[in-house]
């Protein structure tokens, strides 16, 4: 490794309107090489690397050394600063989908910058965006190009942002939380390309992350942040082996553990038979109707009082769209009998009563909340609609009580979402669930948005609230250290359709396919017993 930094920042101090956010934060990336940034959210990771490349709004004030080779950051004029952004150094922001424009091809977003940087348009500009596209591996090229940022998949556009990010040639690729809400899979293949571009251009590269299975995995060297602080840094291997900080212990015992409590053979709760989800393709003029979309294989399953089904697969592999149908929120074939009664055979009223019995938590705590209503009215909505006879003072006796059963304060309760952070967002989802007294839970992706530490908590939190009411959940999820500490028995989809299914460690420890074994080896699980 060259001695000489690529990339420095030195006593880098951030502050808004006169409150510090970061202080102090010295490190340095070297030509070849990948340095994680990591802690949990808040720790002040993305503004740093924002604030040192001049990224911040007017009323943050960067002060520190910054420097990008032998060039001083702190005195580039504004059109120095555009030659440099996208060109000597490229980004990958954390969530593409909000990062590419909606408006316009993927063609037209990678030529952009083609033009800006390199003066290239027309077919020289489109050979070159065909070529970034192939090298970041996404088949069909030339499809992709005229695609527009919805109609791909999240692997799909994280790509497509990551050949934005190397069409110069940057000396120096910033990549902020590249993975989040990814399958494992894809992060695996993500993280593996990066590092083969790395290597090919020689660049060096910043790796923001709060996931501390991929720093181990795909960094050299880790900096630990806390509240704006650095507290720690080296090579990966050191660190994690003798953290020296307590933080930093505290990050690496982070992952979810333990088991869920045993459940006794008891009649199922909820039970489904040759349920199977299609869905009509258009006609297209003078041509005839192609066959149906099976976006759910016909497929049986049970959940019992008290127990957790841990559904697993990539995306699109029919997961949410199982629950959606089990929940009867999308049309399906097949039965569903939820305690003795036929839920596919009720409509109306009759379905809508029963809704008080099933109820969901969603995978975005941000989009998943009213932002124009208050706590109290959030979580009480459901239940003034499905018991109109109760008094405002019972409705807010029982909001209270649920705000503080899940570890809230009921001072909350007149707060909105935005005051809020992404784990608590989701303990007031779970509150404005289980204030209906549900018998089943349907937890689609609960933990993916959040930090490991706060995973962790919610897992504990879930665990308690079925030890105590004897809830049954559906949980949902591609990660497969969450899904182990959660699951009595797990489901394994692909495509719609049952690769295998059984007792979650024996099937997590044990896959019978290679589907289901490239996931556990991309999750990077560690066995819990011999």
Not at 349 to 364: G, I, M, P, T, W
Not at 432 to 452: F, G, H, K, N, Q
Request: net charge neutral; charged share 25%.
């Amino acid at each position: 490794m060259p001695d000489t930094p690529l990339f420095r920042l030195d006593a880098l101090t951030i502050a808004f309107d006169g409150s510090p956010v970061v202080e102090d934060l010295s490190l340095a990336v070297h030509p070849g090489e990948t340095l994680a940034l990591v802690g949990e959210s808040g720790s002040g990771k993305s503004v740093s690397a924002l604030g040192a490349l001049g990224l911040l709004p007017r009323n943050a004030e960067v002060r520190g050394g910054r420097h990008l080779g032998d060039t001083d950051l702190a005195r580039l004029t504004r059109r120095q600063w555009q030659a440099l952004r996208g060109g000597q150094v490229g980004f990958v922001f954390q969530e593409p989908m909000t990062s590419l424009n909606p408006l316009q091809t993927v063609a037209k977003q990678i030529a952009e910058t083609l033009r800006l940087h390199q003066g290239l348009s027309g077919p020289a500009a489109r050979r070159r965006c065909r070529e970034l596209l192939e090298q970041v591996r996404l088949p069909r090229a030339e499809e992709i190009l005229e695609a527009w940022p919805h109609q791909l998949s999240g692997g799909q556009r994280q790509r497509v942002m990551i050949a934005m990010a190397i069409a110069n040639r940057p000396r120096l690729l910033i990549a902020d939380e590249p993975t989040t809400a990814l399958d494992v899979t894809v992060q695996r293949e993500i993280l593996a390309l990066l590092a083969e571009l790395r290597d090919a251009h020689g660049m060096g590269m910043l790796f923001i992350t709060h996931d501390l299975n991929l720093v181990r995995r795909h960094a050299d060297r880790v900096c630990v942040m806390h509240h704006g602080r650095l507290q720690e840094s080296g090579e990966v291997a050191s660190v994690f082996a003798a953290p020296q900080s307590p933080y930093t212990r505290d990050l690496l015992e982070a992952e979810p553990a333990g088991r869920p409590e045993p459940v006794g053979a008891q009649a199922p709760l909820l039970s489904a038979r040759g349920l199977g989800v299609r869905f009509e393709r258009p006609k297209r003029l003078f041509r005839r109707r192609p066959p149906a979309f099976e976006a759910v294989k016909p497929l049986d399953l049970t959940v019992a009082p008290g127990e957790t089904l841990g559904i697993v697969g990539e995306s699109g592999s029919g997961k949410t769209t199982l629950a959606l149908a089990l929940l009867r929120l999308t049309g399906s074939q097949g039965e569903i009998d939820f305690d003795g009664e036929r839920l596919d055979r009720l409509h109306g009223n009759a379905l809508r009563r029963r809704r008080r019995r099933l109820q969901v938590v969603f995978q975005d705590p941000y989009g998943s909340l009213s932002p124009r209503l208050p706590v109290a009215d959030i979580v009480s909505e459901g239940l003034r609609f499905h018991h109109p006879e109760l008094s405002r003072e019972e409705v807010e006796r029982r909001v209270r009580d649920t705000l503080r059963e899940v570890g809230l304060p009921e001072q909350c309760a007149a707060r909105y979402p935005h005051e809020f952070s992404g784990g608590q967002r989701q303990r007031i989802a779970v509150a404005r669930a289980i204030i209906l007294e549900p018998e089943l839970l349907v937890l689609d992706e609960p933990t993916s948005a959040l930090d490991r530490t706060v995973q962790k908590q919610l897992v504990a939190l879930l665990r308690e609230l079925q030890r105590r009411r004897g809830l049954s959940y559906l949980f949902i999820s591609h990660d497969l250290a969450v899904v182990r500490a959660m699951a009595h028995r797990i489901l394994v989809l692909k495509d719609g359709e049952v690769m295998e299914s059984g007792d979650c460690l024996e099937v997590l420890e044990h896959p019978a396919t290679d589907y289901t074994r490239a996931l556990v080896e991309a999750a990077g699980l560690t066995p819990v017993r011999a």
